[in-house]
């Protein structure tokens, strides 16, 4: 069994911006949650990419990377992750090669197959339907990686260069939230990182599905997996509530296919939850890290027995930013 204080902790952000704030107060904030993060001992801080959404501001991962890595000093930084289906791959291959020479081996560059958007977001980024079928994946990871380090002759794409790119090859993740990920990361070789964070029903599987289709030869010699986990905390339990429930009223809203905008504190404890939405925020934050120290120990320990991950990947989504510091510091605590 998988002790928590056997695995690297590692930073997922998503530059929150929250009720009354500015998208400067945003970027601001997981600049200063990064090297918060830092000191504490997180090893890898991504961004992910999100679109359209009012209330989170990193739609542009490259450029918070850039952003990020100028103010730290040795933690990884990187994507977690760049949804390809909106993005050349030969755009990703420059942006993500430059950021390499600009910050040396500290440059991670985690791949997504969803937009993380709708529709018409994702047709206005791509300007084109090619690329956004799930189809053309496989093939737009492939080119990618030949940006890095170098294409099968036959390829169409081979009479390219990506400059940067071609020599400065970041860490590449593939990531997922279902099997089609998983076995296409263990196909290539590539490590995995599930999105537990926001689709943790199929978690278990997707990594069975990894680990049983890994080919040596690749990237790596075994299988490298990893998990985002949602994490709210406070010695606190009214303060846990009152931090996760914005959150929690966003997230429901966004299943009902709205566009929320970010929710008040005050707003949320004010708010009349039906017997349905509080199962399903139960139910939700059950398989997540949500609760006081003791609590989250217990559902952290729970999913690295369940799951046997290498590395592990906390979200820190409280309402403030000083809740996410302070969740942060609680977590590394707990290893300690």
Do not use: C
């Amino acid at each position: 069994m998988t002790a928590l204080a056997d695995v690297p902790l590692n930073v997922l952000d998503l530059a929150w911006r929250g009720f009354g704030q500015t998208n400067a107060d945003a970027v601001a904030g997981s600049i200063a949650l990064a090297q918060h993060a830092e000191p504490l001992g997180y090893g890898r801080y991504w961004f992910a990419e999100h679109h359209g959404m009012p209330g989170i501001a990193s739609s542009s991962p490259a450029i918070l990377i850039g952003a990020v890595a100028a103010a730290t000093k040795t933690m990884r930084v990187g994507s977690g992750g760049v949804m390809l289906p909106n993005h050349a791959p030969l755009v990703v291959a420059e942006q993500f090669g430059t950021l390499r020479a600009l910050y040396g081996d500290r440059i991670d560059l985690g791949i997504g197959r969803a937009p993380g958007t709708d529709g018409v977001t994702a047709f206005a980024l791509r300007r084109t339907q090619e690329g956004l079928d799930a189809s053309a994946f496989p093939r737009e990871l492939m080119d990618l990686i030949g940006f890095f380090h170098g294409m099968a002759p036959s390829n169409p794409m081979a009479q390219l260069l990506a400059v940067p790119g071609l020599g400065d090859a970041p860490e590449i993740w593939l990531l997922g939230s279902s099997g089609f990920s998983a076995e296409l990361a263990g196909t290539l070789g590539l490590p995995f990182a599930f999105a537990h964070h926001f689709s943790g029903e199929n978690t278990e599987r997707a990594l069975e599905i990894y680990r049983d289709s890994f080919r040596e030869g690749g990237f790596l010699e075994r299988p490298h997996s990893m998990i985002a986990v949602t994490v709210i905390t406070d010695a606190s339990a009214e303060v846990v509530r009152r931090e996760m429930l914005p959150g929690a009223i966003t997230f429901i809203r966004m299943r009902q296919g709205q566009k929320p905008s970010p929710v008040s504190v005050e707003e949320a404890l004010a708010y009349e939850f039906s017997p349905l939405e509080e199962e399903f925020i139960a139910h939700r934050n059950s398989r997540q890290a949500v609760g006081t120290p003791d609590e989250v120990r217990a559902q952290l320990e729970s999913l690295l027995a369940s799951t046997g991950v290498d590395e592990l990947m906390v979200q820190p989504a409280g309402a403030t930013l000083e809740n996410r510091k302070r969740s942060l510091e609680i977590v590394k605590s707990l290893v300690e």
